[in-house]
């Protein structure tokens, strides 16, 4: 039999990420007194943050452009060009590695996808922080062309 702690722990998690889905909490604190208004007390910064970590969760603009925290598996990979396009401000490179950048919160998912497109268009792997992806390609004898696929991919041009 579940643990009443456990129990707790797990309706925490599922009402942290119905929260998430909402795509409206902006800060930590409106997420720890929505969940205070669900009956989560004492639902300290640290213990949203390790939420926050534990299910990935980032900061990204939602539909009505403003920045708040959502879940990339929930969120998925932006399916048209135009969400693509509200991430992703800019994919150069200077002749050894292609740097993408992205609104805050943004290089986490472009990376993810992009490394599930892997060598075929010619990613060895990537590195993303919050808002910067580093690109090591497969060949850097073809940069500008990996480059070119890269943004074609991402419905750049």
């Known amino acids: 039999m579940m643990s009443v702690r456990k129990k707790n ?12 889905n909402e795509q ?8 720890a ?8 007390t004492n639902m300290s910064q640290a213990k949203i943050s390790r939420l926050l970590s534990k299910l990935g969760a ?14 990339p598996d ?3 990979i932006p399916r048209s ?6 991430v992703v401000m800019s994919v150069k490179h200077n002749n050894v590695q292609i740097i993408v950048k992205t609104g805050i919160g ?3 998912l472009i990376s993810r996808m992009l490394d599930s497109l892997g060598e075929s268009v010619g990613i060895l792997g990537t590195l993303a922080g919050d ?15 990996i480059t070119f696929d890269i943004r074609k991919k991402l419905g750049l041009g």
């Open 9 to 20: 722990e797990a309706e925490l998690v599922t009402a942290f990420k119905a929260l998430l």
């Open 24 to 31: 409206c909490y902006g800060s930590q604190g409106q997420l």
């Open 33 to 40: 007194d929505a969940l205070a208004e669900q009956g989560f």
């Open 58 to 71: 980032v900061k990204m603009r939602n539909t009505s452009s403003d920045v708040v925290y959502i879940l």
């Open 74 to 76: 929930e969120l998925a």
């Open 81 to 86: 060009k135009q969400a693509i396009e509200s």
């Open 106 to 108: 943004g290089a986490p």
């Open 131 to 145: 808002d910067t992806i580093f690109i090591a390609p497969s060949d850097v004898h073809r940069i500008d062309e």
